[in-house]
């Protein structure tokens, strides 16, 4: 299995550029999470999907969208990208069934905007 | 809502010291408790977790932590560090109810010299 995988590794934008990160997951996980990481701040969620076909929003959603496009994948959109979102992003995903279970990270995204 | 403290952001060891993290963290409900290592450029993973039955839990590399309810804390210790376990290390809290949404610590740097 490979796990949680993301694409792209790096990636450099301009400001008001758009991208999309995607994340894709092969552990028949339900549940999906985007998180963002910035130094001395810890991981703060941006979106998750407790399941296919549902999406809600975390602690900092502003600026970004999200799509749940299956059960293996689970995209993140920035729209119009601003300096304030360079940042490592993180996707992971859990199953669902026990509140006790961990979640798996994937190897995470670092994106800089100038 | 939920939230979590690491007591230290940077901490600074020599091979064979003992190490513990501090994590406090504030929710009224059940929560389950874990610990995650990020090593230098790699995505987190995870340490160990409590959610019932002893509150002293062994987790991987010689990592144990104690979940002392009355205290709301889950602090980590490590009895002799080597040089490898240069890593950040994030405390983490999941409600039992909350779809596992986790609510992350800002983390602590730790670096061990030879």
């Known amino acids: 299995n490979a796990g949680v995988t993301q694409t792209p590794k790096f990636q450099v934008l301009k400001t008001g550029q758009s991208m999309t990160l995607q994340c894709a997951q092969d552990?028949?996980?339900?549940?999906m999470y985007w998180y963002r990481q910035d130094p001395g701040m810890g991981l703060r969620l941006i979106y998750y999907s407790a399941s296919e076909g549902t999406t809600d929003k975390g602690e900092v959603p502003n600026g970004y969208n999200v799509s749940r496009l299956n059960k293996r994948e689970f995209s993140l959109r920035l729209e119009s990208a601003a300096p304030s979102q360079t940042s490592v992003y993180f996707c992971a995903s859990r199953p669902t069934g026990q509140s006790n279970y961990e979640q798996y990270f994937g190897p995470g995204t670092r994106l800089t905007v100038t | 809502a939920q939230s979590v403290s690491q007591h230290n952001h940077h901490v600074i060891l020599s091979e064979a010291a003992s190490l513990e993290l501090g994590c406090n963290y504030s929710y009224g409900g059940t929560v389950n408790l874990f610990w995650y290592v990020q090593y230098p450029g790699q995505h987190l993973q995870l340490l160990l977790k409590?959610?019932?039955?002893?509150?002293l839990v062994k987790g991987i590399k010689g990592f144990e932590a104690e979940f002392i309810k009355s205290k709301f804390s889950f602090n980590l210790r490590k009895p002799s560090v080597q040089w490898s376990d240069t890593a950040e290390y994030f405390c983490?809290?999941?409600?039992?109810?909350?779809?596992?949404?986790?609510?992350f610590g800002a983390g602590t740097q730790v670096v061990v010299t030879p």
């Open positions: 552990m028949n996980h339900n549940s």
């Open positions: 409590y959610f019932s039955g002893d509150p």
């Open positions: 983490a809290v999941s409600a039992t109810d909350s779809w596992g949404k986790f609510q």
